[in-house]
């Protein structure tokens, strides 16, 4: 009697420390949980392979600190298949703090592809204005962008050897938790004919699914569950799976709390109604 009580009085402290633990614990560990990979994924993914080695690559990263949780996590699994199939990109942002964490992401991953910035992969930094910036970058590249994000001029970079237009463009990539991304589609995907995949949120998956099945976006990740089956197609355990073994650590902890104090709840009541009928046919004897 005295365990199914202590079952269901437990002391919330020791509850917190389980689930800092759940949540701990699992970053470390290098285990990956089997996921159903979706179609919208694995068209990204087939989208990427299917260009040459050596083409260039728009890879537009429009999200801040606020949605790092999805979208840090999808840049990152993206931009590890860009590398790993060695193309050349550019990333280009629309959102002030997303150049800053798209290049530290980038400085990262580029010494495990033997990857140089400059020769392999530039950042065209901060922009403005992505209706006027996009009209002028289709004809004139270089005249457009003038300056990578540390002030070099981008004429003068390897990386951008051969690309003067939105012609010389073979994929465009863009990670976005807002509609910004139907840009990309009105004036470089649609006029060119640039195949495009994109990255958003879970809230903005809905919307752009529309973009998918029309075949304007050649394939998608849907939130966090998107980068954690993107890094199982390329085999890594990388930061989304990280991050989904400690949620569902947590969410095992959670469920097996919850089984545990109703079992004792109810095995408790069941000991109660027994010794109470035990009394009650003792006393009336």
Known sequence: ??????????DRRVLYALLLLSVTIPFFLTMKIPVKISPSTQKLYDTVESIPEGSFVIFGTDWSAGTRGENGAQTEALMRHVMRHKLRFAILCFDPQSATLAQTIAERLQPEYGYKEGVNWT????????????KALANDVVNTVKADNHGAPIQTLPVMKGVTSAADVKLLL???PTNTYTYYIQFLQGPFHIPMVFACTA??????FNYV????????LNGLMGAIEYEQLLGVV???????NCLSFAHLLIIFLMVMGNVAMVLERRAKKAEF???AAGGSQ
């Open 238 to 244: 990388g930061r989304a799976t990280k991050d989904s």
């Open 123 to 134: 950042n065209w930094g901060y922009r403005v204005q992505e209706v006027l910036f996009f």
């Open 1 to 10: 009697m005295n365990l199914l009580r202590t079952l269901q009085t437990v």
């Open 213 to 220: 099945e029309s075949g304007q976006i050649s394939g998608m």
């Open 203 to 208: 809230v903005m998956a809905p919307e752009a």
């Open 174 to 176: 863009n990670v976005n």
């Open 277 to 279: 009928s035990y009394n």
